[in-house]
């Protein structure tokens, strides 16, 4: 029998998806979206959950509890965006070790309960335990929704959009696996992978305003979120290498680490953008919207009818990536 | 500064609850209870999450994958019981090594959803993560209720009841722990810890007869739970030891292993029964309603206004005990 492993994480999921079948008649959407949906009264719900283990997506020489408190919310954030939903109340799990001082434990909370207040969500319970092996947080968010946006609503024709720029947290974490952080430029990357910003107000806009057909968010790099997207709308697309949003230094600062910055920011984790798609007659409003956000979106390129992802860049037709993202297992 | 350790999880906790202050109105309890009360349209909903860590909770020796993806849920749903609510969605967040086979990770879902089933409980989403550290479960869990009925309305004068038997999850981890187990009852002991029965229909019944004014799960130990409810409630109580309710056989399991049962009733983990007070005059209700439910209940003795708690038991006026049940910290 193979391990999880030497089967990987799309079929790992797919297995537990085939034993948890839906029976509820309230339940919209189960697993296989960023969040689940549930009807529940006039309105919808929205539930996810997420974790942050010490040692796998956290290292406590580069970060601190404050700005894990804030980061364990904003992954969750994140999915309820991806769905367009208002984020509410959220229940917290973390098992850390009993000798950790009473300070750190606060200034956890504190960095959670910061971002919280900043999203308008509550965090309502949780649960503490005594971990000899290191910290582990997972949160449990609801959100609700008038109108939710799947993965699945691409359609041939319809135009690919980003928010903000691709790579940066990758970029950030390899700074700080190398050495010491110095300029502006190199703290603003750093910030990106220890306290990256969710697209919640991007993800309401687009889900009040009817604008995305399908939307994601990028947290296993681009690529791959895209290709769940694809799989997801039955349909395939172009993507223009070129167009992939860099921030201003992303360039330089992939050069000085001799890392390939189109790889970087096409299959680097942890950028928590949207990824969306929409009609080409939309367009107009798309970027009339996310300029009163003070939100850079890019379009990316066009879904086609053909299953398949071809990716054009450089002058070249086609550019091929052996890693897609970041896969769990 | 102190450590978790030498400040304990009471103290632990009621610091989390000062920085997570309630500022939404929606939040009709937050932490303190069993689960988070929240209103959303007409009715109300529960929310809780708890956890199962290797090394802490349970332990390979003694389990299986099967038993341990139904224990996850059970011990979540016995917060929804203390809340007379009724389960009805599911997220998970499940980390565990990437070494693991497929067959394994199949047996934990199966025995969750065998689990959800019994109790018309939905998993809609989850979270998988590889952890080189052992496994680390944690599941959150969302009920509905017209009514929930919290830890804080004991008054006195009601009476103090319990459902089931006590101690019989810790004599069956003092048996796991000693040697092999052969006779049925042992059995029956090895299940409670391995394999509770939360009481949903239990707290149900309650909340949808207005039957008790205060309810709380013993998870932690009977006098743990107790001096929370009676806390939380502003009161003290009588309790009469030699009314303690025991399984067959458990007083003959104690003396083969040389627990005191007594201490091991009123002080072991992991009951996940109800213990609640309710009026004198609902007795008669109270004991029809049981019956009808098939499920053991007990009156432990009296609510007093005189805050602290009096033990009576094998003729003796007041017994002392050093430890009163299960702190994580």
């Known amino acids: 029998m193979k391990t999880l492993f030497q089967i990987g994480e799309t079929k790992v999921i797919g297995e537990i998806a085939t034993i948890l079948k839906t029976r509820d008649p309230s339940v919209i959407a189960g697993i296989g979206d960023d969040a689940a949906v549930i009807r529940f009264g006039k309105k919808s719900l929205l539930f996810t959950t997420d974790a942050l283990l010490e040692g796998?997506?956290?290292?406590?020489?580069?970060?601190?509890?404050?700005?894990?408190g804030r980061k364990i919310l904003s992954v969750n954030l994140s999915d309820i965006a991806a769905m367009g939903g208002r984020p509410r109340w959220a229940v917290i799990s973390l098992?850390?070790?009993?000798?950790?001082?009473?300070?750190?434990?606060?200034?956890?909370?504190?960095g959670l309960e910061s971002q919280a207040r900043a999203f308008g969500v509550q965090v309502v319970g949780g649960d503490t335990d005594h971990s000899a092996k290191g910290w582990k947080i997972t949160l449990a968010l609801l959100g609700e929704s008038r109108r939710a946006v799947?993965?699945?609503?691409?359609?041939?024709?319809?135009?690919?959009?980003?928010?903000?720029?691709?790579?940066?947290?990758?970029?950030?974490?390899?700074?700080l696996k190398k050495r010491e952080i110095r300029t502006f430029s190199e703290k603003?990357?750093?910030?990106?992978?220890?306290?990256?910003?969710p697209r919640v107000n991007e993800g309401k806009a687009l889900a009040e305003g009817n604008l995305a057909t399908g939307l994601i968010d990028v947290s296993d790099g681009l690529l791959l979120d895209l290709e769940r997207l694809l799989t997801a709308s039955g349909v395939g697309?172009?993507?223009?290498?070129?167009?992939?949003?860099?921030?201003?230094?992303?360039?330089?600062?992939?050069?000085s680490l001799r890392l390939d910055p189109l790889l970087l920011s096409l299959t680097g984790g942890e950028d928590y953008e949207l990824l969306f798609t929409a009609p080409k007659h939309r367009t107009r409003e798309i970027q009339r919207v996310f300029s009163r956000l003070k939100t850079r979106v890019t379009c990316l390129g066009e879904i086609m009818s053909r299953r398949g992802l071809e990716i054009s860049g450089g002058g070249k037709k086609v550019l091929k990536f052996a890693r897609k993202g970041y896969l769990h297992f």
Chains 1, 2 share one sequence.
């Open 237 to 255: 697309a172009r993507l223009d290498g070129d167009a992939v949003p860099w921030s201003p230094g992303f360039f330089e600062g992939c050069l």
């Open 150 to 175: 799947y993965r699945r609503g691409a359609r041939a024709g319809d135009r690919l959009w980003v928010t903000g720029t691709l790579g940066d947290a990758a970029l950030g974490l390899a700074l």
């Open 188 to 197: 603003k990357f750093t910030k990106a992978h220890l306290d990256p910003i």
């Open 56 to 68: 796998i997506h956290f290292d406590w020489r580069f970060t601190t509890p404050n700005l894990l």
């Open 95 to 110: 098992a850390l070790p009993g000798r950790t001082p009473l300070r750190v434990l606060r200034e956890f909370y504190r």
